[in-house]
C-alpha cells in the first residue's frame, strides 16, 4: 500500500507494523464466519440504582473463538468497524438483543430497559432506522424498552442526519443514550437540540474520581448539567463504594460496574432479573 502512493513521501514499515496488519487480517478472516459458527454471544451487565436494584442493563459482545479463547470487543470490534463486517454484527446483536428482550418481558421480568452499542458505520447507513423497525417487529419486544448507545464522534460526524435519525428513532420510543461521555468533543450547543434520554459519563472519569480533583470536578459537572437539561445519568465502571458514595453525592441516581456485576451470560442475568437486584 505504501508504494503505490505514487508521491514523494518516505513511509517506514516496521516489522511490529507488519505483525499487526497480519494480527487484523486473521482476525478479519475468523470473524467473517463467527456468526454462522455460533462464536458470537450476548453477556448483559445490571444498570443499577444505589440499593443494587436493576433498572436495566447493556448488552456487551462476546467472541469465543475456538482455539484461541475469548477475544475482547476492544480488540474486534475496531476490526468489525474498518472492515464493514460490523454491519452484518450489530445487526445480529441487535435482533438477538430484541429476542431476550421480549423472552423477559413475556416472563414478567422487571426489565426497564435494555441498551445496545450502536458502532458509527452502522449509524450512519441510510435505512439504520427502518433496519430498527423491521428488528423491533419481527422480535415483537418493545421498542419504548429498548435503547441505543451513540457515541459522541458518531454524533457530530454528520449533524442534520444524525438529529434527524434520532428523531425518528425517538418516534418509534426507542430510548437514547450518549456512551463514553466526556470523551469526545460534543458541544453544548448540539448536545441541547438532540433527542437524548441518558448520558453514560465515561469510567475514565469515574475511575479517578477521589484522587484527581478535575476529574471529580468533570463528573460533577456532566452530572448537573445532565440534571439541567432533564437528562438522566448513568455513571461507566464503578468499581468501588467510594466512587459509588462519591457520585450518589452528586445526585447520580443510576450505576454499572464491577462493584454491583461484571457482563454476565443470559441465564446468570435472568438470575438477577429474577431477584430484582444483584445484591442478595
Ligand atoms: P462500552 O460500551 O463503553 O461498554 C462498557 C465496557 O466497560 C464493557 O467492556 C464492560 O465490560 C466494561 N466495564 C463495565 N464495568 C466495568 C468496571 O467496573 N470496570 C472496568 N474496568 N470495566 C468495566 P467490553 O464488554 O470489553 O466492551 C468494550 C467496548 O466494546 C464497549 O465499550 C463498546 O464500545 C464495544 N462493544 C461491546 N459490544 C458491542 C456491540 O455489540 N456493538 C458495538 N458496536 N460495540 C460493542
Ligand atoms: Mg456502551
Ligand atoms: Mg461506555
Ligand atoms: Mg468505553
Known sequence: RAKDDGRDTIRFFLPSMQAAADARLAIEKELRYAIEKNELSLYFQPQVDQLGNIVGAETLLRWHHP????????????????????????????????????VWEDAGLPIQHLAVNVSP???????????VHSILKDTGADPALLGLELTEGMVIDNVVDTIEKMQALKQLSIELSIDDFGTGYSSLAYL?????????????????????????????????????????????????????AFLAGKGCKMYQGYHFSRPVPDKEFTKQLNAGTVFH
Open 67 to 102: 482455539e484461541k479463547g475469548f477475544i475482547s470487543p476492544a480488540t474486534f470490534i475496531p476490526v468489525a468497524e474498518a472492515t464493514g463486517l460490523i454491519l452484518p454484527i450489530g445487526s445480529w446483536v441487535l435482533r438477538k438483543a430484541c429476542e431476550y428482550l421480549k
Open 121 to 131: 458505520r452502522q449509524f450512519r447507513q441510510p435505512d439504520f432506522v427502518d433496519q
Open 192 to 244: 441541547k437540540q438532540m433527542p437524548l434520554d441518558i448520558l453514560k459519563i465515561d469510567q475514565s472519569f469515574v475511575r479517578d474520581i477521589s484522587t484527581d480533583a478535575s476529574d471529580a470536578a468533570i463528573v460533577d459537572t456532566i452530572i448537573s448539567m445532565a440534571n439541567h437539561l432533564e437528562l438522566r445519568v448513568i455513571a461507566e465502571g464503578v468499581e468501588t463504594e467510594l466512587e459509588l
